[in-house]
Antibody
Framework: EVQLVESGGGLVQPGRSLRLSCAASGFSFGNYAMHWVRQAPGKGLEWVSGISWNGDTTGYADSVKGRFTISRDNARNSLYVQMHGLRTEDTALYYC????????????????WGQGTLVTVSS | DIQMTQSPSSLSASVGDSVTITCRASQDISSYLAWFQQKPGKAPKSLIY???SLQSGVPSKFSGSGSGTDFTLTISSLQPEDFATYYC?????????FGQGTKVEIK
């Protein structure tokens, strides 16, 4: 069974940094592209960032480009997002998501989601 | 960026009803369209990919159709567990964009 468990969320002041993690199990993590999606309180879903199976290709939403960095450690079956210069508008539940087809970063849908970790940016 | 527009934003229906949600893309996305279900306080669940293919384990009461710019999600014989918010998402190009969601409520 695919399991994705996010961690690292919490309360942080504007301008500070935070790193989120997603621990994967139940599948060959190193074969799959992975993504971060967030949801502000009471709002819809927003794609944040994605990374290819080997980490060579990454992508970011304009709203986080230059502030967030996605990475992965396939030996540790883990996905990360390093967040710098946090803003109040970054307050959200952050989900990691797996794509459904191994080996592809492009044109591949999500099939599994974690339960999310909450990031609150406030002074 | 490709804009995804869902309609309606919310709807009320009774148990046993069938409902249809529409999703429109601002440009041609072929069939690279997915649908997700989200219940309050829960993570999204993947329902449909490639516009009309069911994810493993998803009941056949959910069906999707469309290609190009216009897509629909139909839920037949609504049951209490189907009342949720539904999102479409295009994965034709980056950034991957979601519709704003459609909340299906009990009448």
């Amino acid at each position: 069974e695919v399991q994705l468990v996010e961690s690292g969320g919490g309360l942080v002041q504007p301008g500070r940094s935070l790193r989120l993690s997603c621990a994967a199990s139940g599948f060959s993590f190193g074969n799959y592209a992975m993504h971060w999606v967030r949801q502000a309180p009471g709002k819809g879903l927003e794609w944040v960032s994605g990374i290819s199976w080997n980490g060579d290709t990454t992508g970011y939403a304009d709203s986080v480009k230059g502030r967030f960095t996605i990475s992965r450690d396939n030996a540790r079956n883990s996905l990360y997002v390093q967040m710098h210069g946090l803003r109040t508008e970054d307050t959200a539940l952050y989900y990691c998501a797996r794509v459904g087809t191994p080996g592809s970063y492009y044109k591949t849908p999500f099939d599994s989601w974690g339960q999310g970790t909450l990031v609150t940016v406030s002074s | 960026d490709i804009q995804m527009t869902q309609s309606p934003s919310s709807l009320s229906a009774s148990v046993g009803d069938s409902v249809t949600i529409t999703c429109r893309a601002s440009q041609d996305i072929s069939s690279y369209l997915a649908w997700f279900q989200q219940k309050p306080g829960k993570a999204p669940k993947s329902l449909i990919y490639a516009a009309s293919s069911l994810q493993s384990g998803v009941p056949s009461k959910f069906s999707g159709s469309g290609s190009g710019t216009d897509f629909t999600l139909t839920i037949s014989s609504l049951q209490p567990e189907d009342f949720a918010t539904y999102y479409c998402q295009q994965y034709n190009s980056y950034p991957r964009t979601f519709g704003q969601g459609t909340k299906v409520e009990i009448k």
